[in-house]
């Protein structure tokens, strides 16, 4: 009897040590993305008058498409250079922690690469093409967000509403690689767009909430070089998150800068119906494209994740 | 069919006979000179044509590459639009919307009225330079000049747009 116990005993144990180092090692949770994308050289409405921008994209827009995965997921990734390309395109993910060299290499027209990662922290993370000059290939519009959701949906209050916001300067001649350099930049733009989400300016969209809804921005800061002051006219974020980790916790914060290549996110509760104009506090930027206007009322409707991109405008 | 042109000595005399030539340069057509000397005259002529040809041809090449060229400019998309907000304050204001709608609907230069996107607001596509605020003011108030308790202004605020950014003319 005392040998059987004994027996179970470390039956026990040892199933128990093997369930978990099963759990370790393979979380239950995690999944496996294939994610595929496409330099595309092409050109993009960039402002409400249907003006076009000789851009350099990921699938064709701009920004390129929003990536959603989990905390603790797996990214199969595969970037592809086209042949009708005339420029060299590359990625790099800033949620991914590998091998620069290996993964963030240059590809030419008519090449592919892929490379895999596991996304192990949670937030809003930039990804863009490095690619020489960088500096030119992020201001044509080679950028994007990723999404790292935490595997705890309770590590932060659940979100009614959200969008990503992408801030980026605008230079109008896309070739000007020295203007770029020597920040001389002709608009600032959320989304692709100047003035995309701005009512008041000829084409412009808004963003839509309901009154009392928590709404969620995820904040990339594309750059190529100038800080963002991200602030919410009219309002307070409830709470900031720095690169979107629910760890990072900030509460009533009137206005948070934002550095180029960096993220946050930004909740925001607003209790009466209005315009709350998000922007960046610097102000060369808000009055040259940079003002996104939430318009909060009883009959918000549901949007995308990030509205109006492409920017299909309607036919003159 | 290509044109070939001879010297010959026949069309050196039928010129002078016919005193038309100066510098003494003739040519003839074809292998044949009979009829078809040329004297001085007709071949400046014909250069003339020929550079008229050649011109001609020019300007209608330079008309195609502007027209492309243009093809790609917000000028071809149609005039310039400007985007024009009335602020509407008052209880009587929703009642009046409807009418003030369809009034500036009509009004010249004016592509698209919006009153359901901002509550309180009408946004006017107006053809820029063609179409002032103060118009459209002047249209609001003869629409509504009588309307008790429905104040109509021009919306201005700290998002207000400015026109001459360096924003709002970008280039390929």
């Known amino acids: 009897m005392r040998a059987s116990k004994r027996v179970f005993c470390v039956f026990?144990?040892?199933?128990?040590?093997?369930?978990?180092?099963?759990?370790?090692?393979?979380?239950?949770?995690?999944?496996?993305?294939?994610?595929?994308?496409?330099?595309?050289?092409?050109?993009?409405?960039?402002?409400?008058?249907?003006?076009?921008?000789?851009?350099?994209?990921?699938?064709?827009?701009?920004?390129?498409?929003?990536?959603?995965?989990?905390?603790?997921?797996?990214?199969?990734?595969?970037?592809?250079?086209?042949?009708t390309n005339k420029h060299p395109h590359a990625m790099d993910f800033h949620a991914a922690e590998i091998d620069f060299l290996k993964n963030y290499k240059a590809i030419n027209p008519g090449e592919t690469i892929s490379y895999s990662f596991v996304a192990k922290k949670p937030g809003i993370f930039f990804y863009h093409c490095g690619a020489p000059p960088m500096i030119q290939h992020v201001a044509r519009g080679m950028f994007g967000a990723i999404i790292v959701d935490p595997k705890d949906a309770k590590a932060w209050a659940k979100a009614d509403r959200e969008y990503v916001l992408v801030q980026s300067e605008f230079f109008k001649n896309p070739n000007d690689v020295q203007a770029m350099f020597d920040r001389k930049f002709d608009g600032v733009m959320f989304n692709g767009g100047i003035f995309k989400y701005h009512p008041f300016v000829t084409g412009g969209g808004k963003l839509d909430a309901k009154p009392g809804e928590r709404v969620r921005i995820y904040f990339i800061n594309a750059g190529p070089n100038e800080f963002s002051a991200f602030h919410p006219i009219g309002e307070i974020w409830d709470n900031v998150y720095e690169s979107g980790n629910p760890t990072n916790k900030l509460n009533g914060v009137q206005t948070y800068v934002v550095g180029p290549g960096s993220a946050a996110t930004f909740d925001v509760v607003a209790e009466s119906a209005g315009a709350y104009p998000l922007v960046t506090h610097s102000l060369t930027g808000a009055l040259r494209g940079a003002i996104a206007v939430l318009l909060v009322g009883p009959d918000a409707k549901d949007a995308p994740l990030m509205p109006m991109v492409p920017w299909i405008l309607p036919a003159k | 069919?290509?044109?070939?042109?001879?010297?010959?000595?026949?069309?050196?005399?039928?010129?002078?006979?016919?005193?038309?030539?100066?510098?003494?340069?003739?040519?003839?057509?074809?292998?044949?000179?009979?009829?078809?000397?040329?004297?001085?005259?007709?071949?400046?002529?014909?250069?003339?044509i020929m550079l008229n040809v050649v011109l001609a041809m020019f300007a209608i090449l330079t008309a195609l590459c502007t027209a492309t060229l243009l093809s790609h400019s917000p000028a071809s998309a149609g005039p310039p639009k400007e985007r024009i907000v009335l602020m509407l304050t008052g209880s009587n204001c929703p009642d009046a919307l409807q009418t003030l709608e369809t009034t500036l609907r009509q009004t010249d230069g004016v592509f698209a009225v919006d009153g359901n996107s901002v509550p309180g607001h009408l946004l006017l596509d107006v053809e820029e330079g063609k179409t002032s605020a103060h118009d459209i003011l002047t249209v609001v108030h003869m629409t509504i000049g009588a309307a008790p308790s429905c104040q109509v202004e021009i919306m201005q605020s700290c998002i207000t747009a400015p026109k001459h950014t360096g924003a709002h003319a970008p280039a390929k």
């Open chain 2, 1 to 48: 069919m290509p044109r070939t042109h001879h010297s010959c000595r026949w069309c050196l005399g039928y010129c002078q006979q016919s005193k038309r030539l100066e510098k003494g340069a003739t040519r003839h057509r074809g292998l044949l000179p009979l009829f078809n000397c040329m004297c001085d005259e007709r071949i400046a002529r014909e250069q003339r």
């Open chain 1, 12 to 83: 026990a144990i040892l199933t128990g040590l093997l369930a978990g180092g099963l759990a370790l090692s393979s979380p239950t949770w995690a999944k496996t993305h294939d994610v595929a994308m496409t330099a595309e050289e092409t050109d993009v409405v960039i402002e409400g008058n249907g003006e076009k921008y000789a851009a350099w994209t990921f699938n064709g827009t701009f920004p390129g498409p929003v990536v959603r995965v989990t905390e603790g997921d797996t990214i199969n990734f595969t970037l592809t250079n086209p042949a």
